[in-house]
């Protein structure tokens, strides 16, 4: 049926100028990364990009939640603070600056990372003094306490908010069920009782040793050239000490057993997070997993999940799987909602679905298909700068081969139906998952 | 609600020194209007076909249904089965989705350059040929229902804003939620839908844009051969229902169980489309800068982290909506602050708005912002399309957009302050408060083993 729709619409491309014609998946140029380190250690990745009159800075710390040792939150709300008073500037000198300049800062922390990111005009006349305030920000914040309680403050807010989200609920219960002891249990935002709990002298403490060049990544798009880029990452390493990287967070231990867990909430619907440990940046099975999750619920509209939870029986509006790879091994997660009492249907469908992937693998069929998407949609992976700043700043803080971009589509291709169910046996374990429910009773 | 600076988002730009080209223009014999801008980045394209239907087309007992549609458009025509669409995209390398909002329905695919006969082979064919079954209309619209109450329903400020809308408009269809009342989705019929496609999708409803790696003569070629043989449909616009004058403040509490409280306000303001004084809609603009244009702008400053009543505070306006819309404000108040305060909080930046003229810093920010804005779009392809589509199913010309920031540029403090005195009054304001009620239930969580507790 596949093959046969494709052929209903080659009369179209025969009919057109033969430009159309460029083939598959027309090879397009890569952008070419350049990489150097700094005086003091940071490690920089740059492309030019000259047709539009803009930069985008990326620096990243190896600085998320993962770092927050017996104070949930610390990393997220350290990260935060930056940009509420560096060097003397106040929050309102910061954004008034930058603003007046049209630049766009932005600060966040996950798990792994932290970044402050910047986009600007590339004209001197807008980019240096960005720049500069950039390098304020990240190097000589003033973790002012009253500052501190504010942001605090509205971080309760927003965990309590959470709670009233089934969603959120769902998703770092989930990430607690999986992770156990593991650093990366806790939610980066933190918990109340420890945000409570810290002050600024942790704040300060956190900084200076998470923010430091040899922890850093710098990544560099835009309308500039490589001596002003040189010169812009000196720069903002300049304001960093040279200090450490951090160590690796440590392995992640596999589930031993199955953990079901139900959070009661008025809600409607019923959230379902189930999956477990699945796999880390530069991981030798990442080509076969990740092939073989976009076949099973990763691959948007078409995936097998999509078909079975939502086309087929009307289950659930979202229904995906995916995994997160992490510098550790970053969940395998399958997520979906269904009505409550719809529940235990949606449930068994998603584990007959991972099940039938789990003991067959795919279809031959189906690898061609997801082939095609991958491999043919690779292009509109790097056609905008801010796309290319993030890949940079993933492949700088892993540490992955530069050439990365330009080898993807051909280890896609190199994926065989044998190499995904040998994968998934060993890598996803189904016995050994989390499931974590949460929303209203389900129907006696 | 959203709360970012919209007229930065909507700023735009032709600079023909900058990669991105000129926008072409063309109209078919059958009236559909085809817009073209080049762009030379990337070898990538995205199509975009936009209808004039929306939530705000509608009428009470068949409210969702515009929406409801988009959904069964995947569901398959003579040519294509159920779903086919979706695999002939994803096997050509592309993503795909749509979405409907209160002005239109709108589809799109981003592909690899040479795929968008691809497009408009799918998209011409399900223009005039959708099949409506009611098989698969009986589980796609348990689907709808199923994102109905994953947005609204368990979303205590998504159904105090659904619920602000109807307090605020009376007769104006803006009044309608565009994912439908829960009981209209229940009781909609496969034949709404089909006298619903029937009416709207046809080629003179439509506008084509194409945004890419492209060379215009030949998209309109293609264009041409694809949708060109579509039959027209005669259009009956739907009955304006204009707001009548409102005649003072409007209040409306939702008391679901929720964590935190939330209030939403709006006035009842002109549009570009409605606006009898052609620079008010910018002065809105403007205005909506001036207290929400960023970490620097008023409501952050002086709410967030001057008085610190709020946790978070927003302001926007729409200048591109079809029919005359609301100037919007919400907060959400800090811990051992009320509602009232934070409402109160609001209204006092408004009465300086009123009495005080904005600072030349505020104007110059404003300026800087939206020059750059219009760069900084030209990063996504996505985006360039997004402006003209809306723009043209407001009803306006997409070349307004090149007069943006002329326009912004001009709008003087004075200005600013005679909006702010003519449309923030009492008699034109809705609010809506979110009170909480308790959450209930047990909150720990209950833990078992395998094989314990939950299904399998």
Known sequence: MRTSALLRSLPALAGMAACWLAGPAAVQAMPAIQHWQTDNGARVYYVPAPELPMADVRVVFDAGSARDASQPGLANITNHLLDQGAAGLSANDIAGTLEGLGAELETGALRDMAWVSLRSLSSDRHLDPAVEVMGKVLGQPDFNRPDFERERERALVSLRRSEQQPSKVADYRFYAAVYGEHPYATRPIGNADSLQAMGVKDLRAFHRRYYVARNAVIAIVGDIDRKAAEQLAAGLAGRLPEGERASPVPPVTALTVAVDEFVPRPSTQTHV???AP???????????????????????????LFREVREDRGLSYSVNSSFSPMAQNGPYTFSLQTRNDQTAEALKVLRETLKDFHDKGPTGDELVAAKKNITGGFPLRIDSNSKIVEYLAMIGFYGLPLDYLETFNDRVMAVTREQIRDAYQRRVPLQQMATVIVGGEPAP | MRSTV?????AFCCRPLLAAGEVHEYMLDNGLKLIVKEDHRAPV?????????GASYEHDGITGVSHVLEHMMFKGTDRHGPGEFSRIIAENGGSENAFTSKDYTAYFQRLEKSRLPVSFELESDRMRNLKLDDEEFAKEVRVVMEERRLR??????????????????????YRIPTIGWMD????MQLADLQQWYDRWYAPNNAIVVVVGDIVPEEVLALARQHFGPLKPETLTAPKPRVEPKQAGQRRVTVRVPAEVPYVVMGYKVPVLKTAAVDWEPYALTVLAGVLDGGSSARLTRELVRGSQVAASAGASYDAYARQSSLFLLDATPANSHSVESVEQALREQLQQLQTEPVTQDELDRIKAQTIAGKVYEQDSIFYQGMVIGQLETAGLPWRLKDEFVERINAVTAEQVQAVAKKYLVESGLTVAELDPLPMDGDKTAQNTAAGGGYAH
């Not at chain 1, 997993?289 to 995936?303: A, C, E, F, K, W």
């Not at chain 2, 105090?160 to 307090?167: D, K, L």
């Not at chain 2, 209209?184 to 009781?187: F, I, K, Y």
């Open chain 1, 273 to 275: 997070r189930m999956g």
């Open chain 1, 278 to 304: 699945g796999m880390h940046r530069g991981d030798p099975d990442y080509f076969p997993l990740y092939v073989g999750n976009h076949i099973l619920g990763g691959g948007g509209l078409v995936s097998r």
């Open chain 2, 6 to 10: 919209l007229f930065v988002l909507l």
């Open chain 2, 45 to 53: 394209v995205v199509s975009q076909v936009w209808y004039g239907v």
């Open chain 2, 152 to 173: 609204t329903e368990d979303k205590p400020t998504s159904l105090t804003y659904e619920q602000f809308m109807a307090t605020a408009f009376t007769s104006s269809s």
């Open chain 2, 184 to 187: 209209d989705l229940e009781n």
